[in-house]
């Protein structure tokens, strides 16, 4: 079945430097999603992306829907603590169900 | 509004035993799913509900079973708990599971323990 492959599995940075993660699919989507969840509690909704080359900000995330639809991004730049979490993308199905990554861990060091 | 409400938020089970996981949803929305995440396995789909009435099985349902009492309450059964569903269940809703996909409103989560 559909699959969405994320990486990396987690990722330590200090204070105030840059972060990405990257969310691939050998199939093209329909769309992309990606929710945060904080330790210990639920994955919370940030942003969707439907159209190819889409570029969405919040902030100082970044977010790109890839021109193939393939892939996507989530670039933060100039970490705070307040960005520790597990970021997942999450993909849409043919079925409308939703297909999510294995998600990427941030730790942020003061 | 509360949302999307669970109960437990934890459990401990012994091996062989049953119990059920409630979720409730009050912002009206017709579908409801339930997952289960794991370390480093992301969020995986146990079953989920397109509207009131339907159930269908997601990528993990073996060893469970579900029921959507009415719109609002989606339910998640183990008759027979075994150490490998130790895990934090998760339920969410969306408006309707359409086919471009609709975002998902979370619950807190249950925290599963099986000895």
């Known amino acids: 079945g559909q699959q969405v492959m994320q990486i990396p599995q987690y990722q330590h940075v200090q204070e105030g430097e840059d972060f990405t993660t990257y969310c691939n699919s050998s199939t093209t989507l329909s769309n992309i999603q990606w929710y945060k969840q904080r330790p210990g509690g639920h994955p919370v909704f940030l942003i969707q992306l439907v159209k190819s080359g889409e570029v969405k900000k919040q902030k100082r995330l970044t977010f790109q829907f890839g021109e193939a639809k393939k892939n996507s991004s989530l670039h933060i730049t100039a970490t705070q603590t307040t960005d520790v979490g597990t970021y997942f993308c999450a993909a849409s199905g043919n079925t409308g169900k939703l297909i999510f990554g294995q998600g990427t861990t941030l730790q942020v060091k003061p | 509004n509360a949302g999307v409400t669970q109960t437990p938020k934890f459990q401990v089970l012994k091996t062989g035993q049953s119990m059920t996981l409630q979720c409730a949803q009050d912002?009206?929305?017709?579908?409801m799913y339930w997952y289960r995440q794991d370390p480093g396995m992301g969020l995986r789909l146990i079953y989920y509900?397109?509207?009131?009435?339907?159930?269908d099985k997601g990528e993990v349902p073996n060893g469970y079973n579900v029921s959507r009492l009415n719109k609002r309450e989606f339910s998640l059964r183990l008759e027979s708990a075994a150490p490998s569903q130790t895990s934090v269940y998760f339920c969410a809703s969306s408006v309707s599971g359409g086919r471009f996909g609709e975002t998902q409103y979370f619950g807190p989560g249950t925290r599963l323990l099986v000895l």
């Open positions: 912002m009206n929305h017709n579908s």
């Open positions: 509900s397109a509207s009131e009435g339907t159930t």
